[in-house]
């Protein structure tokens, strides 16, 4: 009874925010802003989302969605493309350097992540992806973190299931489209999940390479959203709560695969 009763003491801790952020959206400006705060809104309304939807030219939020949900998903997919072809080839193939090779990929998380803000932008320069999603989209998508994930998940899957199919004639192309990859679906959805909120969330590199508002994803242009509303909290909360929601609907899909994968990836090797 103890175990339950603190399971849901922390649903409700972790819960509790987001309920407050949908209150305070449905809330009046005045409202949202008394002292002491009201818990429910006593006249519920939705005028934050009416200006969140219609938005101006230097407040397009729905294009931020969009935006967001765009850069997100194209740099989950080109994560978990170049993390798994990575990690196979450190996991299950033999070649020279291979132990040196991953132990500079994973030196490389111990470095923080500020100290290549600069270099990035200069190569994203360069490419002439500046104020465009393919600067959110491509950097970062080669990070050590997905191949050191996945690299363990496939370190612990059976050999003799590669062995087999050379047997039968297949090359290793073959066993990590047919046999690797559907095994490791649950190291996969994990890997998506958490490269898709971090692009999700990420407020420091937009604000390095994005300058028109039409380009902007959801977290530098909420920021934006406070100084043109004057703080107006509903709005705000509003645009928490819309952005809110991809994340929540990811995870519904995904959150069996998650635990499972996690809970399969040891640190072996």
């Given amino acids: 009874m103890k175990r339950y009763t603190a399971l849901i003491g922390l649903a409700v801790l972790f819960v509790a925010p987001l309920l407050w952020a949908f209150g305070t959206s449905i809330k009046t400006k005045s409202e949202a802003t008394r002292v002491p705060p009201t818990l429910f809104p006593t006249s519920p309304t939705g005028v934050a989302y009416d200006t969140i939807f219609e938005g101006t030219s230097q407040t397009p ?136 909120l971090s692009n999700w969330n990420d407020f420091v590199w937009p604000v390095f390479v994005l300058f028109s508002p039409e380009y902007f994803t959801l977290p530098p242009g909420l920021s934006i959203l406070q100084g043109a509303y004057s703080i107006d909290y509903p709005v705000i909360m509003a645009g928490a709560v819309l952005a809110s929601v991809p994340v929540l609907i990811l995870f519904g899909f995904t959150q069996r695969y998650v635990i499972e994968g996690i809970s399969r990836s040891g640190l072996k090797g």
Avoid: C
């Fill in 61 to 196: 939020v729905l294009r931020w969605f969009v935006n967001s949900l765009v850069a997100a998903t194209g740099h989950m997919v080109l994560v978990l493309v170049v993390s798994s072809l990575a990690a196979y080839a450190l996991a299950r193939l033999e070649f020279r350097g291979k132990k040196l090779i991953f132990g500079v990929i994973v030196g490389t998380l111990l470095v923080p992540g500020f100290v290549f803000l600069i270099p990035s932008f200069l190569i994203v320069d360069q490419l002439g992806w500046l104020d465009s999603l393919l600067a959110l989209i491509v950097p970062g998508a080669a990070g050590a973190f997905g191949v050191f994930f996945l690299r363990q998940f496939f370190l612990g899957l059976p050999r003799e299931l590669d062995e087999a199919a050379l047997l039968e004639g297949a090359n290793h192309w073959h066993i990590f489209l047919r046999i690797t990859l559907p095994l490791s679906r649950p190291a996969l959805a994990t890997l998506a999940v958490l490269s898709f």
